[in-house]
């Protein structure tokens, strides 16, 4: 009974991965706290279920249209919101009450559009399998393939290609890979770009399973953050890892108690962390605190 | 005439609310995401006092503002450290605790059903603030002494050491002065100071549950603050006048209920984002969060 719990946190936390992938891609390098990005997470099964619902695509064009759309939400708002702060040396605390008031923008507009209250874009139940004494669902079985699909390409990609050393020479040092002739806003527009294609896959597997409404965004940036900070800011691997531990460990907490406090003891483990080893597990030296 | 009064408690709880965060965010640079929860352990606490001890006025808020105050060393103590991001996590994980657990607990904080029939509070044992006119003079008297309270307390050497800390920490810290204990003693205060509006809260509406103390709170706090301004009385005055008749001027034009809500929510954020940009120091600010 308890490993069914287990494999269910795993793959819940494997969506968490790449939703804290995607914070982590923007964190890690321009050090930008995105809040917005609770809502650029909300908003790709909305376009995911108008496109399906409303223009009657079939699934995988909707889901490539949920991603460009939601792609060009968060270019829009690096292009409107942070850009123009980074030109003026913002603090870090400007610009995120910044992205707090994007945040509210967009999950307010969104609830103009489609409504406060929760859609389900799949509806029935979907078909399971047994392994040994395990149930697995269909669903969880595509979102564990995604997941890991997605991890594999992007850590080939951050190791091998051009794009990926340059990430990781800005993360290391922005001013000298600046100096050393890297298009800094270039790199920042992709990584922006990266980023919310990572949050709309994420948000899409969740939605698919159990359906959304406005305010789901908020609550998964908390996980990501935590898993983010657990891991260790600074790695790419982190939010995977710390994703997948805060998945389990969510599980177990519904195992042994209730589902009531699983908020309240990741949150007890994010503070933990931040006393007792800010640097994550993974601990790497940090430009901050 | 009623509604009226009914928005002047309205702006009075939350000039409460604004001018206490003032003092975290806007004399020491201390953004916090986690003043709902002291709003809510503020009420929960008058409401203990009142409904279970049944004490009268006073006692009911000095237990309220003094345990909030004693619970904000809590999170103050161990965070003061962290830097930037990090401090704002670990007051959003607080916020968040706070939220699950009032929601949770259910044999003490009876929970997502919240609390009901608590009871008006007694002046001198006899006298009973019950109905709107009274409870507009309580608010008033006691947002009026707050806002002088901590006109003073940012005009005094304490406030003096505290704009010090938030201007150049290293400097304070050279001429000797206690720069972990200025935060710590200033986020107490501002708690203590925030369970006013808590204890204000729960008396006049009599019926509390967690959802009035969650994290959209706190966000709706903190942007009242930053609208308004930071760093003198002025800005949070004007803040808390702000988010309290902005709805008005909307239902005003006519706008339909359902649209009026969100709307709200959409100008607030336009706000923050215009004000970050242009005006740094909100409306009637003297300080530029940094």
Redesign the interface.
Known sequence: MIWQFIVNGIITGMIYGVVALGFALVYNTT?I?HIAYAAIHMVAPYLLMFSMQSLGLPLFVSILLAVLGTILIGYAVDIL?YS??AKRN?????????S??????I???V??IFGNETKIINPGVSQSITIGKILVTYTQVFQFVTALFLFLLFFIFLKFSRFGIITRAYRDDEKLASVLGTNIPAIKRLLFILSSAFAAVGSCLIAYDVGMNPYVG?PML?NA?VAL?IGGVGRFEAPVLGGVLIGVLQALVVYFSSA??Q??VT??L??LF??LR?QGILGEKMR?? | MDYVIHLFILINIYIILTTSTNLLVGTVNMLSLGQAAFYGIGAYLSVLALLSFNWPLFPSLLFAMVGTGLISFLISYPSIRLKGDYFVLATLGFQLIVYTILYNWVSVTRGPYGITGIPSPKLFGSIEIAGLWPFLILSTVLTIMVVVIFYNLIHSPFGRALRGVRDDELSMKALGKNVNRLKIYTFAISSAFIAVSGFLYATYVSYIDPTSFNLDESIFILSALIVGGLGNIRGPVIGALFVIILPEVLRFIGLPDSVAANLRQIIYGLALILLMRYRPQGIAGTYAIK
Request: glycine share 2%; aromatic share 8%; net charge positive.
């Open positions: 050090r706290f919101i123009p702060l913002s603090s870090s605390n400007v610009i995120m009450v910044s707090i008031g994007a945040m509210i923008i999950i307010n507009v609830a103009l908020m908390l953050v900070i009531r406090w908020d309240a949150f007890l994010l503070i931040l006393l800010p901050t605190v």
